[in-house]
T-cell receptor, first 112, second 111 residues
């Protein structure tokens, strides 16, 4: 148990549809990170939050992607007009000692 | 830009022997290095880490070595067990932000 839940665990959608994922840390953390992992690659950083503020965005985060953390606890990641290239596992993580990040179980997205 | 590289996509070892997984990095600003283990359909699980000010960190059967001059780190697992079979990711970070991962090495430990 990493202390992070992600919902849904799996999502199949048709190209062009919008999808939203949710990440819930069990305990409060001021930072929250989103990553994407495609087949045969390691996780790639997408964005991170310090409380409610989104402080950094990767160039991977196109304008079809938006992330929020409205109350500084849970976070959502929305992908609009999904494309087949968006098929991946989406991971959220929170920091832990020492200088580590602990990952949730991920949401696996398949865009048909 | 691949700042963290794992050049061996797979490694197979016999149970009881040593597993050595290697990782190279290019960014000298990285101050922390980590190894994660990943099973299918799960998120990566933190295994062991090392600060850039150290050259070795040991935790049970797992030891991470850091060679800053060569920008190289390795994970040693001794003795290897079948339950260690998984994909291992090397990661590096600066100020615990924007963690960069290698592509992973699939370790298979044969009984």
């Amino acid at each position: 148990d990493t202390g992070v839940s992600q919902d849904p665990r799996h999502k199949i959608t048709k190209r062009g549809q919008n999808v939203t994922f949710r990440c819930d840390p069990i305990s409060e953390h001021n930072r929250l990170y989103w990553y994407r992992q495609t087949l045969g690659q390691g996780p790639e950083f997408l964005t991170y939050f310090q409380n409610e503020a989104q402080l950094e965005k990767s160039r991977l985060l196109s304008d079809r992607f938006s992330a929020e953390r409205p109350k500084g606890s849970f976070s959502t990641l929305e992908i609009q007009r999904t494309e087949q290239g968006d098929s991946a596992m989406y991971l959220c993580a929170f920091p832990g000692p020492p200088e580590t990040q602990y990952f949730g179980p991920g949401t696996r997205l398949l865009v048909l | 830009d691949q700042q963290v590289k794992q050049n061996s996509p797979s490694l197979s070892v016999q149970e009881g022997r040593i597993s050595i997984l290697n990782c190279d990095y290019t960014n000298s600003m990285f101050d922390y290095f980590l190894w994660y283990k990943k099973y299918p359909a799960e998120g990566p699980t933190f295994l062991i880490s090392i600060s850039s000010i150290k050259d070795k960190n040991e935790d049970g059967r797992f030891t991470v070595f850091l060679n800053k001059s060569a920008k190289h780190l390795s994970l040693h697992i001794v003795p290897s067990q079948p339950g260690d079979s998984a994909v291992y990711f090397c990661a590096a970070s600066y100020n615990n932000n924007d963690m960069r991962f290698g592509a992973g090495t699939r370790l298979t430990v044969k009984p």
